[in-house]
């Protein structure tokens, strides 16, 4: 352009230049146009698609994480109740034990006393039975003595005399 | 070379120059290049001041674009150190498609330097070298803390008659690189200009859109090519 001014000014120094055939203006703002045009279509439906893309992933977790959340709390709360039944169980196996122990002691005890008894009956019995034998024993040998001592210790008077102590045991 | 045309000038070669110290450093590039950086910065910024669940806006697209870059560099680089690389990529890309983007579709003229004019930090040739370089000192970074010293066997690997080819590879990545970019974003530039200036109106649309079209191509080419050599030198070999 020969119009004065840009001309000195292109020689002294910074200016702005307004001159839109000069400056390609009018192409630059319809090049932008243009690509504003296309891009917003192009770039804007890809970054769109991205933005749902993304949102329906983020959908997606949130629901899985309400779904592990929920199946979560259900095996935590059939936890709990496995437990307090595991607790149950025990503590009625427990008892039961102590009862079966309990039962098994007192009739141990009851046999044991019972066995007692049997032994000492038997002791007694035997006991009684060699008394009996000793005593049997006893006076068969007193007998025996008697009967070989009484030749030599009875004479007539004797022999009298046990008579009347005989007649007068019986009167 | 200066065109003298009834209606735009096209101005190659001249630059905002900047002295520092014994350095002649393009200011353009400099400018333009803090402007794609603060509205890189600025768009990171707000769209990750409030994150929500539900990604909406600018936080959606930022996500989208980490999702691509996460892809292209694990694709590239491998499941094992792609988190490493990540930022560097991402970093690489972004930059790039924001500088050719950028380019070309801010009006910069509208702003008018004392010399040079501004545009995309991505034309400049010393901005793809830079950037080309850093891909190769990630390159080598890579490999050596990867593998140690076991890295240069990749020169001698399938056979040791590979190892002056692959030592000139070295030097061509970064040059094909930079070229590679440099040449692509320039070239659009001065087609639309040289056509804007012969035909202001409507006849340079078909080539600025193709101009988009290219320039995130490059931007994705470049980035993929430095995972690609990133990977390149973190690979294992299966024995």
Partial sequence: MTTSLPFVLANHGFALNFNVFETNLINLVLVIALLVYFLKGFLGGILERRREAILADLKDAEERLVTASKALEEGQRELAQAKSTAEKILAEAKQRADLIREDGEKRTIEEMARIKQDANANLNAEAARVIEALRAETARTAIDKALAALPKRLNDAKRAELIDRSIEALG | ?239
């Fill in chain 2, 1 to 239: 070379m200066l065109l003298h045309l009834p209606l735009a000038e096209l101005e190659v070669g001249h630059h905002l120059y900047w002295q520092i110290g014994n350095l002649n450093i393009h200011g353009q590039v400099f400018l333009s290049s803090w402007i794609v950086i603060g509205a890189l910065l600025a768009v990171v910024v707000l769209g990750t001041r409030k994150m929500e669940r539900d990604p909406r806006g600018v936080q959606n697209l930022l996500e989208f674009l980490w999702d691509y870059l996460r892809d292209l560099a694990r694709d590239q680089i491998g499941e094992k150190v792609y988190r490493d690389w990540l930022p560097f990529i991402g970093t690489l890309f972004l930059f790039i498609f924001v500088s050719n983007w950028g380019g070309a579709l801010i009006p910069w003229r509208i702003v008018h330097l004392p010399s040079g004019e501004l545009g995309a930090p991505t034309a400049d040739i010393n901005t793809t070298v830079a950037m080309a370089l850093l891909v190769s000192l990630a390159f080598f970074y890579a490999g050596l803390s990867n593998k140690g010293l076991k890295f240069f066997e990749y020169y001698v690997e399938p056979t040791p008659i590979m190892l002056p080819f692959k030592i000139i590879e070295e030097f061509t990545k970064p040059l094909s690189l930079s070229f590679r970019l440099f040449g692509n974003i320039l070239a659009d530039e001065l087609a639309v200009a040289v056509l804007a200036s012969l035909v202001p109106l409507l006849v340079p649309l078909p080539v600025m859109l193709l101009g988009l079209f290219t320039s995130a191509i490059q931007a994705l080419i470049f980035a993929t090519l430095a995972a690609f050599y990133i990977g390149e030198a973190v690979h294992e070999e299966a024995h």
